[in-house]
Structure formats: C-alpha cells, structure tokens
C-alpha cells in the first residue's frame, strides 16, 4: 500500500507560482523499484485532466512527463531521500484553477499510457489550487 498527501495548494494572482508537494508512505513507488508518480486535476464541472508524471526507474526519479497545456510552465521532480514528488507550478493563471491530485503506479507503464489516469494504482484527497485574474 502507497498512502499520498498533498500540500502546498492555495489562493494566488495569476502569474504567481505554486510548489505541491506530494508526500509517499508505506511501500513507496522508490521501494517498488518501477513505477511513476503523477499530478492531476480537475476543475468544477470538467473531467480528471493529467498534468505531469514522472516514470521511476531502478528506485530513482528520472524522465518526467507533462500535458501540453503546462510545458514550460510547471515542472515536476521526486526526492527519494524525503519520498515527496514535487510540482513547481510557474506563470499561473485562472485556467490552472483545480483540485490536484498526486497519483501513484505501481510497476511498468508505457510512456504512450502515463497520462491515463485508469493506470494508477494509488490516489491523494487532493488541494486546491485556486488562480484569482
């Protein structure tokens, strides 16, 4: 079992910044040895959307994944050393307003299914993110 809490959501300006922070106990994804960590969101009255993911490979962090919408703006990385997966949220604006969740897998995916939100294995309750115009 993976159990996710995440932090750091809140209320900013657009074109401020964020830092989510996703904190992994029990047997975390690192132990595993494969696997991903991902954040996703969803906004009232609109489906789950990926945001970012990172692909785990021989217990450490390495290729990071992000939707389309987020490139250059967001960024994710992983501490092995704290178990915490972390998405640096850059140049916000009203559009970013969602709940966010961190979502863990558990063992191989393809690159092509990372975004497939069906895939992961364990979820956090989220936080609010919230980008005021």
């Known amino acids: 079992q993976v159990q996710l809490v995440e932090s750091g959501g809140g209320l900013v300006q657009a074109g401020g910044s964020l830092r989510l922070s996703c904190a992994a106990s029990g047997r975390t994804v690192s132990s595993y040895g494969m696997g991903c960590m991902g954040w996703f969101r969803q906004a009232p009255g609109k489906e789950r959307e990926f945001v970012a993911a990172?692909?785990?490979?021989?217990?450490?962090?390495?290729?990071?994944y992000y939707a389309d919408s987020v490139k250059g703006r967001f960024a994710i990385s992983g501490d092995n050393a704290k178990n915490t997966v972390y998405l640096q949220m850059n140049s916000l604006s009203p559009g970013d307003t969602a709940v966010y969740h961190c979502?863990?897998?558990?063992?191989?995916?393809?690159?092509?299914?990372?975004?497939?939100?069906?895939?992961?294995?364990?979820w956090g309750q989220g936080t609010q993110v919230t980008v005021s115009s």
């Open positions: 990172i692909r785990w490979s021989g217990g450490s962090p390495s290729y990071a």
């Open positions: 979502a863990a897998r558990v063992g191989y995916v393809h690159s092509d299914q990372i975004p497939n939100s069906v895939l992961y294995d364990y």
